[in-house]
């Protein structure tokens, strides 16, 4: 039994079950324990691969994007450009690389701030961004930036902001617990009280016997603070990750480790946990802060924005290996069986002003 689980057995001992965000919040940022806190989860020793780690070119499309995002918006200066939940810093570090040879005199008067709340990968990413900005500051939120129009990244952000999940049973939907058996073993229950069907997505009123739903009140409040902020200040916002671009019931909650999936209950804090993003309430709660919200898919994005062009750069000059990693690297990114539908891209942007 990990100390985690031995920790979250006495608090469930103590105090009864607790629901399914409390303990993805535990498993993910205990403080001592934690995946997050404690793991190094990228890369091919880690237990997942993300979109930067696969090809410098995801990062430098991303700085392309971002940088006509802030052209579009006519050159605002004084202007933060962000990253949210950075990893190890491998995408900050090639759009670095890609703004300063856009352009060297936007890269010397942005500023460039990264947002993580984990001590330990902000050392890991002020090791690999080592003298490649002297602008680059760290915040454990958003709310220290400086009040100035912001273009903001997140990849891989919102799957790991902890859910709440609720299941029908019987007559109506319960919240679901994490409690124990007659053991000492973690289970999944169905809570005691009723829940206001006014909390749950379209479509659950219909639902099955035992079908399960999510709802994600920490993602929207992310999301508020970063909408209000481009609401009143200006700027953009581009975010990654895989989910699904219309509401839907199913339970997506899934733990992996050393890139297989594995018991979401099995070892509390040694996998990662995350759950498909619902693209649609976050796109709707983009618009009630007065901005635009546009969706698709991750292979869609990197295509029209010039992936295939750049991976014919790149690819002009290398031998046959070096061609066949940057092609393999490619139809991983965009690939439909890949990661090219799986993952979502929002894109958040000012309404634009008519007339």
């Keep these: 039994m990990t100390g985690l689980k031995e920790r979250i057995v006495g608090l469930i001992g103590a105090v009864g079950p607790i629901p399914v965000s409390e303990y993805m919040a535990l498993c993910l940022f205990d403080p001592e324990d934690g995946y997050y806190t404690t793991r190094e989860p990228f890369g091919a020793a880690g237990d997942f691969v993300t979109a930067p780690e696969i090809s410098q070119m995801f990062g430098e499309l991303v700085a392309v994007w971002l940088y006509q995002a802030w052209q579009r918006a006519a050159r605002p200066l004084p202007v933060t450009f962000a990253e949210i939940g950075p990893g190890r810093g491998t995408l900050m570090k090639d759009m670095?690389?890609?703004?300063?040879?856009?352009?060297?005199?936007?890269?010397a008067g942005a500023s460039f701030a990264m947002i993580e709340t984990?001590?330990?990968?902000?050392?890991?990413q002020k090791q690999t961004l080592a003298g490649q900005s002297s602008g680059l500051t760290w915040h454990q939120s958003i709310e220290t930036l400086p009040r100035q129009p912001l273009f903001i990244v997140g990849n891989e952000?919102?799957?790991?902001?902890?859910?709440?999940?609720?299941?029908?049973?019987?007559?109506?939907?319960?919240?679901?617990?994490?409690?124990?058996?007659?053991?000492?073993?973690?289970h999944f229950f169905a809570g005691a009280g009723s829940v206001d069907p006014a909390l749950l997505p379209p479509g659950a009123t219909d639902a099955p016997q035992g079908a399960i739903v999510e709802v994600a009140p920490a993602r929207a409040?992310?999301?508020s603070a970063i909408a209000e902020r481009i609401a009143a200040n200006g700027g953009a916002g581009l975010f990654i990750d895989y989910g699904h671009l219309q509401p839907g019931i199913g339970d997506t909650l899934q733990a992996l480790r050393r890139h297989n999936h594995e018991d979401v209950l099995a070892n509390p804090g040694e996998a990662d946990l995350t759950a498909h993003v619902d693209f649609a309430a976050l796109a709707a709660n983009a618009r009630a802060h007065g901005l635009e919200a546009e969706l698709t898919t991750q292979g869609e994005f990197l295509l029209g924005i010039g992936l295939l062009e750049r991976a014919?750069?790149?690819?002009?000059?290398?031998d046959d290996s070096?061609?066949?990693?940057?092609?393999?690297?490619?139809?991983?990114?965009?690939?439909?069986?890949?990661?090219?539908d799986l993952f979502k891209v929002m894109k958040i942007l000012p309404t634009a002003k008519t007339g």
Excluded: C, H, K
């Design 96 to 107: 670095l690389r890609t703004w300063s040879r856009l352009d060297p005199a936007f890269a």
């Design 118 to 124: 984990s001590p330990r990968l902000t050392e890991i």
């Design 157 to 186: 952000l919102f799957d790991a902001v902890p859910i709440r999940q609720f299941v029908y049973v019987g007559s109506g939907w319960r919240e679901r617990m994490v409690g124990l058996d007659d053991g000492d073993n973690l």
């Design 221 to 223: 409040a992310l999301m």
């Design 312 to 318: 014919g750069a790149l690819g002009s000059n290398a």
């Design 322 to 340: 070096a061609r066949q990693a940057i092609s393999d690297a490619v139809e991983r990114l965009a690939g439909p069986d890949q990661m090219g």
